[in-house]
């Protein structure tokens, strides 16, 4: 029987990412986004933790649907920024037309910061709600630096100028399968994939 | 005798401000700004605190010219952002052309921030630095909130996004005497100030 798992996300390459990341460990899972199904209005992301804002979004998604609804929230925690973008990473650039991309912007701000301050870390909190109101939290975080020059043509957002720690290369210049082995996203996804088989599992037993 | 002080900056604004500071405290003060010596290579802010910034601007003037010199690194740290734009204020919004302004950029991230989490203070470290080596530092800092639109015209900055504790008006709305009066720059300027006015006294007698 197949199990159908909403993500609360309209970001096609993160329900690719959460696609390839189940499919080996939850068979039969179908993954829908939010723009496949009703559109609903969805929360501002107002709290101070990754935890906080992911559960908002998946609370706000099973209330809407009645699915068991995966949320996440993820972001570069930068050691010269004491943790930042952290939570804010989405929106680091401003809505502004002609704004820079976020890692742009994080490079010119980094500008001045010596090679040796230049630690940072990807971290993902994925929250899973189940109808029946029981929560799930799992925490991935992948550490690094930030480079000097952007690299790289895969991955999303920060991707290009994220140097994983044992690496030279950045995550933009791994393939998917790379990267989602060490990823924040990968490692957080990973620790709620059994608990994702086994509801889905009781759900099947009915 | 007219005692001289360079203050390590190009920005006339701060030279002004500081002026306007020095004078009632410090009789017959002359100060420079960078603009009215001969050029030199001045230093990256390459350190992770204010005060370490300071240092080096001071350092470097006073190597190159001879004069007490005085250097204030300064910023606004926001509690939402673990105390950043903080060191980086200055380049917040990058060097591109096109980029929006600083408080703009700021506004912008903290859009989803709530009320009750849009704490933040304004810092100034000020370092002076005599040409015997001596050195002297003097913190000051303004505590308040983060409007949720730009008011007012003057100061410059983040002021038009700055409410002080026990204010409903941004900084940019105060005149500058107001601004000067509870200023973290000019709470640092007035504890550094007796230690100029002694440093001027022993130059007049030796």
């Known amino acids: 029987m197949t199990t159908t798992v909403l993500l609360a996300t309209h970001n096609r390459k993160k329900l690719d990412e959460?696609?390839?990341?189940?499919?080996?460990?939850?068979?039969?899972?179908?993954v829908l986004g939010l723009d496949d199904v009703p559109p609903y209005a969805e929360p501002a992301e107002t709290e101070p933790t990754f935890e906080g804002n992911a559960r908002l979004k998946a609370q706000a998604a099973v209330r809407h649907t009645?699915?068991?609804?995966?949320?996440?929230?993820?972001?570069?925690?930068?050691?010269?920024m004491n943790g930042m973008p952290g939570v804010l990473s989405a929106r680091w650039a401003g809505r502004?037309?002609?704004?820079p991309r976020e890692y742009e912007l994080?490079?010119?701000?980094?500008?001045?910061?010596?090679?040796?301050?230049?630690?940072?870390?990807?971290v993902a909190s994925v929250v899973l709600v189940l109808p029946d109101g029981t929560e799930h939290v799992a925490e991935g975080?992948?550490?690094?630096?930030?480079?000097?020059?952007?690299?790289?043509?895969?991955?999303?957002g920060?991707?290009?100028?994220?140097?994983?720690?044992?690496e030279s290369r950045t995550l933009a210049e791994m393939t998917p399968e790379e990267k989602d082995a060490i990823?924040?996203?990968?490692?957080?996804?990973?620790?709620?994939?059994?608990?994702?088989?086994?509801?889905?599992?009781?759900?099947?037993?009915?």
């Open 183 to 206: 990823s924040h996203r990968g490692r957080a996804l990973r620790r709620i994939a059994p608990i994702l088989a086994k509801a889905a599992a009781e759900r099947a037993r009915g």
């Open 141 to 156: 975080r992948l550490t690094g630096r930030i480079a000097r020059e952007p690299r790289g043509q895969g991955g999303f």
């Open 158 to 166: 920060y991707d290009p100028v994220f140097i994983p720690d044992g």
């Open 96 to 99: 502004q037309p002609g704004r």
């Open 18 to 30: 959460l696609r390839r990341i189940l499919r080996p460990l939850v068979p039969d899972v179908k």
């Open 106 to 122: 994080l490079l010119d701000q980094l500008a001045d910061v010596p090679d040796e301050r230049r630690g940072a870390a990807f």
């Open 66 to 80: 009645n699915l068991p609804s995966l949320a996440d929230d993820s972001g570069l925690c930068v050691d010269a």
